[in-house]
């Protein structure tokens, strides 16, 4: 089963860095809104490593969904499930019991609040995000796969990473796994040069 993707900020810079990347014709949409405010059964919560859910699109999400518990839930399974520790490149879904916005993908984008804007680390995340999810829909009924997924633009906000950079790593995430572009990713010398790409957009 596909899924759809929307991609939702409320930047006009980031929304403008998407569309470099995201032509129409991928169905990937890029709108300027409120991502608590998309119809969508899944949203990407682009937490620390740790589960602290206390500041940016974190505590937005757990206030809107979760009535300020998403971090109480989600640091006891990260613990039980990941060792303590959910590391950049690995993601999670996680229902919320709320019949709008039926889950959160829990996907990274740094170990703990920092500046990342010299990593690879919005691809990673989006990456996870995505294999989280097309993973949960192999397993799940009809009536509780994903069907949409919105995410937020990743990394820009305490990871200070630009928009353009991030938006490239997002494409280049999408491309991977959406639409499985490895062609990339088949010799070291390739991997290289679109890791030095990704870092330096």
């Known amino acids: 089963m596909s899924v759809s993707i929307v991609l939702c900020d409320r930047s006009d810079a980031m929304v403008k860095a998407w569309k470099n990347y995201f032509a129409d014709d991928t169905g990937v949409k890029s709108v300027r809104e409120n991502i608590l405010t998309v119809k969508t059964d899944a949203l990407l919560v682009p937490a620390n490593g740790f589960g602290f859910t206390d500041g940016g699109i974190d505590v937005a999400v757990s206030g809107a969904i979760f009535d300020m518990s998403l971090q109480d839930k989600l640091r006891p399974l990260i613990d039980s499930e990941y060792g303590g520790e959910l590391l950049v490149g690995q993601a999670l879904v996680m229902p919320t019991n709320n019949p709008r916005i039926r889950y959160v993908v829990v996907a990274p984008t740094m170990r703990v609040p920092e500046d990342v804007s010299d ?65 990339w990713s088949q010799t070291l010398v390739k991997q290289t040069a679109i890791q030095k790409k990704m870092r330096e957009r």
């Open 119 to 183: 990593t690879v680390n919005a691809y990673l995340a989006l990456r996870g995000a995505l294999l989280a999810v097309i993973n949960h829909n192999r397993k799940a009924s009809t009536t509780n796969r994903i069907a949409t997924l919105a995410v937020p633009g990743l990394a820009t906000g305490v990871g200070n990473m630009p928009y353009e950079r991030s938006a490239y790593q997002m494409w280049m995430a999408y491309r991977t796994v959406m639409l499985g572009d490895v062609e």
